[in-house]
């Protein structure tokens, strides 16, 4: 009669002890959903993955700039690719189409845009680098992409990118046979905080 009796208390520690773990299953999984998008961000900024582009400080660039003396002055083409998506009314264009770059050495290419609307019109730039595994040696030490850009009506501006290209690029044997790198924007429209529309 006492096994009896103990049965039901024991099964209802387990009970509790299985809904506790389930319990510490759903939050972890719940703060793993919050957390997904910044690790895979972080993911990308480390590793280059999907052409993600290095942010460099100017020490970086300087250290850069004394391994591109090793890497015996040699080039490679950047092209530059500027888009805007079709909810955002601007023009926008990079001053040039391609460049030739020494490894290592700081570059500064301009990009134009123009808001065409009679109104203020605020925009992000999102960016990548072509092929994928460039992401990873191209550094970013200036850019208008890392803030939001507001332009008036009619107003056109200069947006200048400053970056570098690794000299570590020349060791990495997935880097042997690209002969050039594409470094493409696309401007969006930013997203509303205050409720009132900007055009």
């Given at each position: 009669?006492?096994?009896?009796?103990?049965?039901?208390?024991?099964?209802?520690?387990?009970?509790?002890?299985?809904?506790?773990?389930?319990?510490?299953?759903?939050?972890?999984?719940?703060g793993?959903?919050?957390?997904?998008?910044?690790?895979?961000r972080?993911?990308?900024?480390?590793?280059?993955?999907?052409?993600?582009?290095q942010?460099?400080?100017?020490?970086?660039?300087?250290?850069?700039?004394?391994?591109?003396?090793?890497?015996?002055?040699?080039?490679?083409?950047?092209?530059?690719?500027?888009?805007?998506a079709?909810?955002?009314?601007?023009?926008?264009?990079?001053?040039?189409?391609?460049?030739?770059?020494?490894?290592?050495?700081?570059?500064m290419?301009?990009?134009?845009?123009r808001?065409?609307?009679?109104?203020?019109?605020?925009?992000?730039?999102?960016?990548?680098?072509?092929?994928?595994?460039?992401?990873?040696?191209?550094?970013?030490?200036q850019?208008?992409?890392?803030?939001?850009?507001t332009?008036?009506p009619?107003?056109?501006?200069?947006?200048?990118?400053?970056?570098?290209?690794?000299?570590?690029?020349?060791?990495?044997?997935?880097?042997?046979?690209?002969?050039?790198?594409?470094?493409?924007?696309?401007?969006?429209?930013?997203?509303?905080?205050?409720?009132?529309?900007?055009?």
């Open positions: 009669m006492a096994r009896s009796q103990a049965h039901p208390q024991s099964l209802q520690a387990r009970n509790s002890r299985v809904g506790f773990y389930a319990l510490l299953i759903a939050l972890a999984a719940l793993l959903g919050f957390a997904a998008v910044p690790l895979y972080l993911f990308c900024q480390v590793t280059g993955f999907a052409g993600t582009t942010v460099a400080t100017s020490a970086d660039a300087d250290l850069a700039a004394q391994m591109a003396k090793s890497a015996g002055g040699k080039t490679i083409s950047i092209r530059f690719d500027a888009n805007v079709p909810d955002i009314p601007w023009t926008f264009e990079p001053g040039q189409t391609t460049d030739t770059v020494a490894f290592g050495q700081r570059e290419v301009y990009f134009t845009a808001n065409n609307a009679d109104v203020p019109v605020s925009g992000n730039a999102t960016f990548n680098v072509e092929p994928e595994q460039a992401g990873r040696y191209f550094n970013k030490i850019c208008f992409c890392f803030t939001e850009q332009l008036q009619g107003q056109e501006v200069e947006m200048p990118v400053l970056f570098y290209v690794d000299p570590a690029a020349l060791d990495d044997p997935n880097m042997k046979d690209v002969q050039q790198i594409t470094l493409s924007y696309t401007f969006h429209k930013a997203i509303e905080t205050d409720g009132n529309s900007d055009g």
